[in-house]
């Protein structure tokens, strides 16, 4: 596990530096504040931090706020160090959003303790992340977390003058298969479905499950015709694609409703969403297996 490490001191951060290492961690080291911040920033960033309190620039406590204040990352679990060892300070520090405070000269035994548990903190809220953001069956986001996936996008198009699309894509006569075949394979039919569809996507196209057998997927910089002939593809993938269970192959397909959302148009997450869902109302009453675009209003 890497752990940022960030102080002035050369001397200390060194010696710091080492200690982590002979406990198996991996240690960067940084000599100021601004650099921390930077450091702890990005999807790859430290989860865990040794902040020295006094440091040029930006100090350690001023750090912890700013990191709070970021509030979209991962959890980051900040330990303070302080030459200053008063009640006051350990009381600033935690307000400032520090999870645990030590005071320099430290103990190791203490400080590799005191790291034992800032990683147990880490693991458990990286495994609440995981429970928050996917869904469960198929491995895919979660509805909640494709929609806010959508909502950022929609921003970035708007920023940037790119268009988003949007597809709805929904299993056809799903039921049928539950009831025929049970459950489980129905159950089994959607895992399949997901890593078809996600395996037939862009690497920067997103899906999500957004219902029982539904799936919503957002395709940055993808106008109508991008995203409807994207729908179509999807369709004939799904068909075509072999799914089984017990070596007995199960005809699926899908319906697709398709919206998109062009640069300028400042057109929201609801209003592209209920054009889809027209579109796939459509796709749904002419036959299935086809997919169909939704009018988004001007
Ligand atoms: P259509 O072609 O019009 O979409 O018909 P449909 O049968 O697919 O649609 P309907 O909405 O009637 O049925 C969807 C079914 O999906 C009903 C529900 O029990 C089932 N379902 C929802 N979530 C799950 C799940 O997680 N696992 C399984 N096995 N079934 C699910
Ligand atoms: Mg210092
Ligand atoms: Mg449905
Ligand atoms: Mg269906």
Redesign the pocket.
Known sequence: MKILVAEDHVHTSRALGNLLQSWGYEAAIVHDGREALEAMRGPHAPRLALLDWQMPGLDGIEVCRRLRQEGDQPYAYLLLLTGLGGRQEMLAGLEAGADDFLTKPFDEAELKARLTAGQRVVALQERLRVLATRDGLTGLWNRAAVLDLLDRELARGRRQGHAVGVLLA??DH?KRINDTLGHLIGDEVLRQTARQLLEALRPYDTIGRY????FLVVLPGCGAAASAALGERLCEQIEEGPMESNRLPIGVTISVGVAAREGASALKATALLSAADAGLYRAKADGRNRAALGLVPE
């Open positions: 929904d299993v799903f219902g029982g057998e539904e």
